[in-house]
């Protein structure tokens, strides 16, 4: 069982449309980062949460943290063929041990 | 970008064969870990380590050790590979100060035959 569920696992869709990504578990977290990674790259930090209900945007990209701390959405605006990827949220919980727990993914594919 | 290589990038091995994989660092981040990743599971963590010689096991530690004996590396070694490692094996690190942001390698794509 995955601490962090992703839905959708795979998305398609044409450019210039909106899509959002959700992250949910039952466990709270002390911070949550979303990364997205390229085919044969490793993961990239996109933003990363820390208060519950927060609200960061990063140009089209809007990320929420949610108020129990324990989900996390990813809001695209107008999607770019360049937006194209695979999403990854991942967790840090308040136990002292500085590991990430990662959910399993959405690959997005954006159509010109 | 941070620096970090990992080696070798590809490998083809026979199952019961050993193998170690490197991680090389030169931010001197305190933190290092290991990740694999499979389709339909994300990543998951390995091993990890905090310091030189100290190692902590991850979610998916059977079958796999580590070492660190340098600041700026982390090997991982699958003592007798199997079939089921196949994977694809990403090395990160972090500075351990603050929120934490791991920084990843290219990844090294592992098939045991």
């Known amino acids: 069982t995955q601490l962090l569920e992703q839905s959708p696992q795979f998305l398609s869709i044409q450019e210039g449309e909106n899509l959002t990504v959700y992250c949910n578990s039952s466990s709270v977290f002390s911070s949550l980062q979303w990364y997205r990674q390229e085919p044969g790259e490793g993961p990239v930090l996109l933003v990363t949460v820390v208060t519950g209900g927060e609200v960061k945007k990063l140009k089209r990209l809007t990320f929420q943290f949610g108020d129990a701390r324990k989900d996390s959405s990813l809001h695209i605006t107008a999607a770019q063929p360049g937006d194209t990827g695979l999403y990854l949220c991942a967790g840090l919980m308040d136990t002292g041990r500085r590991a990430l727990t990662f959910g399993s993914g959405t690959r997005l594919q954006v159509q010109p | 970008d941070a620096g970090i290589t990992q080696s070798p990038r590809h490998k083809v091995t026979e199952t019961g064969t050993p193998v170690t994989l490197r991680c090389h660092q030169t931010e001197n981040h305190r933190y290092m870990y290991w990740y694999r990743q499979d389709p339909g599971h994300g990543l998951r963590l390995i091993h990890y380590s905090y310091g030189v010689k100290d190692t902590d096991k991850g979610e998916v530690s059977d079958g796999y050790s580590v070492s660190r004996s340098k600041t700026e590396d982390f090997l991982l070694t699958l003592e007798s590979a199997t079939s089921s490692q196949t994977s694809v094996y990403f090395c990160?690190?972090?500075?351990?100060?603050?929120?934490?942001?791991?920084?990843f390698g290219p990844g090294t794509r592992l098939l045991v035959l």
């Open positions: 990160a690190i972090s500075d351990g100060e603050g929120v934490e942001t791991q920084y």
